[in-house]
């Protein structure tokens, strides 16, 4: 079992930068593939970035490639999202999610363990 606890969101900005990061518990955080997803009020949870176990490939969705970057430190059982150019539609809960394969996946019922969220308010 994977716990996962997120931090790092706030309020910023536009054409700010926050740092996300999602703590995961256990001795075998390496062997899940980890993704980002977000949730604006009134919408479906979406998406973001993923990352494969190893850290040796990351995909995003269309909106923030270029803005945003994934990335994992295995031996602090980490994953990060660095958000650069925020924009007010990037105002959602950010969650983390654990899957135990290889590759993430665009897919949020793929994933098994979800942390509980942070906010990030985007200001115009």
């Known amino acids: 079992q994977v716990q996962l606890v997120e931090s790092g969101g706030g309020l910023v900005q536009t054409g700010d930068s926050l740092r996300l990061s999602c703590a995961g518990s256990g001795r075998t955080f390496s062997r899940y593939a980890m993704g980002w997803f977000r949730q604006a009020p009134g919408k479906e949870r979406e998406f973001v970035a993923g990352i494969t176990r190893s850290g040796g490939d990351t995909r995003y969705v269309d909106s923030v490639k270029g803005r945003f970057t994934i990335s994992r430190d295995n031996a602090k059982n980490t994953v990060y999202l660095q958000m650069n150019g925020l924009k007010p539609e990037d105002t959602a809960v950010y969650y983390c999610?654990?899957?135990?394969?290889?590759?993430?996946?665009?897919?949020?019922?793929?994933?098994?363990?979800w942390g509980r969220g942070t906010q990030v308010t985007v200001s115009l």
């Open positions: 999610a654990s899957r135990p394969f290889l590759q993430e996946s665009r897919i949020a019922r793929e994933y098994d363990y």
